[in-house]
């Protein structure tokens, strides 16, 4: 069976938060909800410095202790490595939320889905995507599931410009992304937390 997963190159990534914004639009999730991010910083001393970017998206860890800490059955780890939320049986207590060592649990506020984006009504759009998430309940990436069901990539892998991001299949050891991982020393945030994530990162 697949487990698939994300590479991130950053030697790619130039900060240009198309991916935030394609994930916006695929999911279409209320406002101060992004599955996608991409983490700024500044290093070095005045004048040498230079700006580095970490985007950052739901692991779809192999342990993923949000579904271990799950009272209800509804946070579920699919076949292909997928964690999905099921807003039907979620009971809103955050146990996930307080379990994710990379916080990308995200919780629908009462009263958020009251209001669009940009806090002006609800656009057409909007009440079509709302219907994807319910008020008092948990949310969080799905890796694109339904796209991904159809045989497409994430919104975010095929937007980015610069093809930082590359999307596949973890266990086809001679896939593209296996090979990146062992030719370039793939890395994983906070492996001491022992989650065994599927995203990836390549060093600048
Ligand atoms: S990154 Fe967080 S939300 Fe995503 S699978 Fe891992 S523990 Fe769960
Ligand atoms: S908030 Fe929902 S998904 Fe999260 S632990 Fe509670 S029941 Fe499970």
């Known amino acids: 069976m697949a487990r698939l997963g994300m590479v991130i190159d950053l030697k790619r990534c130039i900060g240009c938060n198309a991916c935030t914004v394609a994930c916006k639009q695929e999911n279409g999730t209320p406002a101060g909800v992004h599955f996608a991010r991409v983490i700024t910083r500044e290093v070095g ?34 076949a292909d490595g997928i964690v999905m939320v099921d807003k039907d049986v979620c009971i809103g207590c955050r146990a996930c939320a307080v379990a994710c060592p990379y916080m990308n649990r995200h919780y629908i506020e009462r009263g958020l889905l009251e209001h669009g984006y940009s806090g002006d009504g609800v656009s057409p759009m909007e009440a079509v995507k709302f219907t994807e998430f319910e008020e008092g309940t948990m ?40 090979r990146l991982i062992r030719e370039r020393n793939g890395w994983t945030l906070l492996p001491e937390a ?11």
Not at 51 to 78: K, W, Y
């Open 45 to 78: 001393t005045y004048p040498q410095t230079r700006r580095t970017f970490l985007p950052v998206l739901c692991n779809h860890c192999e342990d993923a202790p949000c579904a271990q800490a799950c009272p209800s059955g509804a946070t579920h780890i699919r």
């Open 139 to 178: 949310t969080k990436c799905t890796l694109c599931a339904p796209r991904v069901d159809q045989g497409l990539e994430p919104a975010c892998v095929v937007t980015c410009p610069t093809e930082a991001r590359i999307f596949g299949d973890l266990e086809q050891q001679d896939g593209r992304l296996r």
């Open 194 to 204: 022992e989650t065994k994530p599927s995203v990836y990162y390549l060093d600048e």
